[in-house]
């Protein structure tokens, strides 16, 4: 096993986290959250770390809308094809969690749905963000809800928001 290294971002919601452990991102977190504070890491220089803000400022800029980078996703085979399935929800755009669980093939899976979901270690890259309550309200977001709602808004700026709420 390799050993992890550590960068930071300073995005326009706060600074971010992000671990590298090979050839592959470990997380990017938010480092500060109502619900956790972690120190920092001595941070060290990578093509990817370079990489992977390159795309987080060409994101904030709205001049991105896909992310194109190694994720070591780590979880069960379920979680896995929930991280996959957020990464197809479309810059702009946002479901519920019940149309979630029903891509996923179960309707009564919602709330394992949402546990992955809030397990997701690569916030922005896999926009979980674009999840929201069958009510259309914002919900469980691990980097708070106000960064959710300020993702969403931001996305909005250069797209047509829309929502797939009974999709």
């Not at 500060?32 to 370079?50: G, M, N, V, Y």
């Not at 309200?137 to 797939?164: C, I, M, P, V």
Request: net charge neutral; charged share 25%.
């Amino acid at each position: 096993m390799e050993s992890i290294i550590y960068n930071y971002y300073n995005s326009p919601i706060g600074e971010l986290e992000l671990a590298q452990e090979g050839d592959e991102l470990l997380w990017v977190k938010f480092l500060e959250t109502q619900k956790e504070k972690r120190p920092k890491q001595t941070a060290s220089d990578s093509a990817l770390f370079t990489k992977a803000k390159e795309q987080l400022d060409l994101y904030f800029k709205n001049e991105l809308e896909t992310f194109d980078l190694p994720l070591a996703l780590r979880g069960t085979d379920f979680q896995k094809e929930v991280w996959q399935k957020l990464t197809l929800i479309s810059f702009g755009k946002t479901i519920s969690y019940l149309t979630l669980s029903k891509q996923m093939g179960d309707v009564k899976a919602i709330r394992a749905v949402a546990s992955t979901n809030g397990k997701n270690r690569f916030c922005i890259i896999i926009p979980c963000h674009r999840v929201i309550g069958t009510d259309g309200s914002l919900t469980g977001y691990a980097g708070d809800l106000w960064r959710k709602k300020w993702l969403l808004e931001h996305e909005l700026k250069n797209k047509n928001f829309q929502t797939d709420l009974f999709a």
